[in-house]
């Protein structure tokens, strides 16, 4: 769509790069009025991580972008030397998904997120190139953009593909998960010698599994790129913010398995990339890539073969057993007890024995493995961590993974015990807690993920970050309509969290549980008290809609909404409660 130039701005000695649109585009009669519109709402972005435009005009009728100019190199280049390294992804997650979040609110899509458009400069900073390049080319009315692709065919989204002209935040959701589904697994998901052929593939052809062309990728980490890569845009997340967090939260709760108990270091094989409160573990150092063509697969011909010469050796014992032995007895049909029929029996059953012997010895631990899924599969999954408890009595993982299997069967005062013991044997590990409990979370199991997290302030030996502070919030919160709560509650430790989220939560569980006079006379001391947490005026909005007040609990939701000061899950969980009110 367009030729960049280097170019020095003499006035103020600096080198710029300056983009000038196809000269093809002059072609339509109202392109340049629709050009400096565009222009002038692209150049009010101003974010740390899109690349900012200093100014726009034409010459000779061909318009052009006046852009800063970054030294560095381009995401796809970086891709092209090999797999990028925890920081570098990390970086790159956020950095531009903070650019399109941001544009977003603008009300500005980008339309063709790729590694091309992601400028890494040499100072370490992320840009987003070329936002609302696309819009700029595109005109219901221009014969450009019913003749041309606007877009890049690998990382075009499907409603893009087809053509649609009720874009939003979706596709450019889409796009982003295709390059993170690159950088992740190895590869983008669909390549094909023809444009066409790979916007067809996007519109109908189902997602390539990423953990079928790279293992090492977590299973929470995979549902998060399948949710982001939709094919409706109703079935993606809502906004890039909240993939970003969904893809934080499937790294911090990945691999459970791999956890290592207080005092061990985790394996860097375990996980791709382990996460703690918003921060990438030093638990793995490089992404592993595995190519399609290498993975190893079970070699299916060998255990039918292993089959077959069973089933044969069997047949054959049974052959002699009924057939020939009986002829081997003294009696009328044979005088002589002639040893040439067991001869040649011993012969046979040597022979195939033998070979059962060399493929036994072969397949082993194939065998060892079919047996072990086989008898492990029978097990419930609730067995199945009784048995991994028995096995290991005093493993913290061990314990905590009974408790969540006793969670999923509703047995929640057994799963307080278990969690008990967990704490028992896990010690003063806080990074441990925190990430069972963004585990429980996921669950949406408030009181055991409360329980968890306050554990995690109890044992943590510096203030606690911010981002825990706000989860610990949302589970007290959430966790108050249980009948438990209380009890937990008193277990808490008083002094290191906040006293007014401890009173909202009290409130709350009063009103939960039929006693509002209570709930309001709580709600009331802390106005006195001059408390203004977000918490509390969401109960606020609780209390009122209950109380028969639509008109102010619409109007609290409302300011919660629109308040990006407040946490997230607050503000989702008030638009939650704006549509149950107004459907």
Not at 543 to 559: F, H, P, Q
């Amino acid at each position: 769509m367009a030729t960049v130039f280097k170019a020095h701005h003499p006035a103020l000695d600096r080198y710029v790069a300056i983009k000038a649109l196809h000269p093809a585009f002059t072609i339509e009669p109202n392109f340049l009025a629709r050009f400096r519109r565009e222009a002038q709402v692209v150049a009010k972005l101003e974010h740390a991580n899109i690349v900012p435009i200093y100014d726009y005009a034409e010459h000779e009728g061909r318009p052009y972008l006046v852009m800063k100019f970054i030294e560095g190199e381009t995401l796809k280049a970086r891709l092209s030397r090999g797999p990028l390294s925890r920081d570098e992804t990390q970086k790159i997650i956020e950095s531009v998904g903070a650019a399109l979040g941001y544009a977003h609110k603008q009300g500005i899509l980008h339309r063709d997120v790729k590694p091309s458009n992601v400028l890494l400069a040499n100072d370490g900073r992320i840009y987003l190139a070329d936002f609302g390049l696309a819009r700029i080319a595109e005109a219901g009315e221009s014969t450009i953009s019913s003749d041309v692709m606007l877009g890049t065919p690998q990382y075009i989204s499907p409603e893009q593909a087809m053509g649609r002209h009720d874009l939003d935040s979706g596709t450019d959701i889409y796009s982003f998960g295709v390059v993170l589904y690159e950088i992740l697994v190895g590869r983008v998901p669909f390549s094909a010698d023809t444009p066409y052929s790979i916007i067809h593939d996007h519109i109908y052809t189902p997602l390539p599994q990423p953990r079928a062309i790279n293992p090492g990728i977590p299973e929470a980490v995979e549902q998060v790129l399948l949710k982001a890569l939709a094919k409706e845009r109703a079935d993606r997340y809502p906004d890039v913010g909240t993939m970003v967090h969904a893809l934080k939260e499937a790294y911090q709760t990945a691999e459970l398995s791999a956890i290592a108990p207080p005092g061990q270091q985790i394996p860097p094989a375990a996980s791709t990339l382990a996460a703690s409160d918003g921060a990438i573990s030093e638990s793995a150092e490089r992404l592993p890539v595995v190519e399609a063509d290498r993975i190893d697969r079970p070699k299916k011909h060998s255990r039918w073969r292993l089959a077959i010469i069973i089933i044969t050796v069997l047949c054959l014992c049974a052959f002699v057993t009924l057939v020939i032995l009986p002829r081997l007895r003294p009696g009328p049909q044979n005088p002589q007890g002639s040893a040439q029929p067991t001869l040649m029996s011993t012969n046979v059953i040597e022979t195939a024995t033998g070979m059962l012997a060399t493929e036994s010895a072969i397949l082993q631990p194939t065998i060892t493995e079919i047996f072990t899924k086989t008898r492990v599969a029978t097990l419930t999954p609730l067995e199945d961590a009784r048995r991994r408890v028995t096995q290991n009595p005093q493993d913290a993982t061990a314990h905590f993974s009974l408790a969540v299997a006793l969670v999923d069967a509703g047995r929640y005062e057994e799963a307080d015990q278990e969690l008990n013991l967990m704490i028992q044997y896990a010690g003063e590990n806080m990074e441990f807690y925190s990430r069972l409990g963004a585990q429980l979370m996921l669950k949406k199991s408030w009181l055991l993920a409360a329980r968890l997290y306050l554990q995690a302030v109890e044992v943590a030996t510096e203030p606690i970050s911010e981002d825990m502070s706000e989860r610990v919030n949302q589970c007290l919160f959430l966790a108050a309509q249980e009948d438990l709560f209380l009890d937990m509650l008193d277990r808490a430790p008083q002094q290191k969290v906040d006293p007014f989220m401890l009173d909202v939560a009290r409130a709350r569980f009063a009103f939960y549980h039929n006693e509002p006079a209570q709930a309001e006379s709580i709600i009331g001391a802390l106005r006195t008290q001059g408390a203004t947490l977000f918490e509390l005026k969401l109960l606020e909005a609780e209390v009122s809609y209950r109380r028969g007040d639509k008109d102010t609990a619409i109007e609290i939701l409302e300011n919660l909404v629109q308040n990006q000061d407040a946490p997230r899950w607050i503000r989702f969980y008030a638009d939650s409660y704006l549509k149950q009110i107004n459907p």
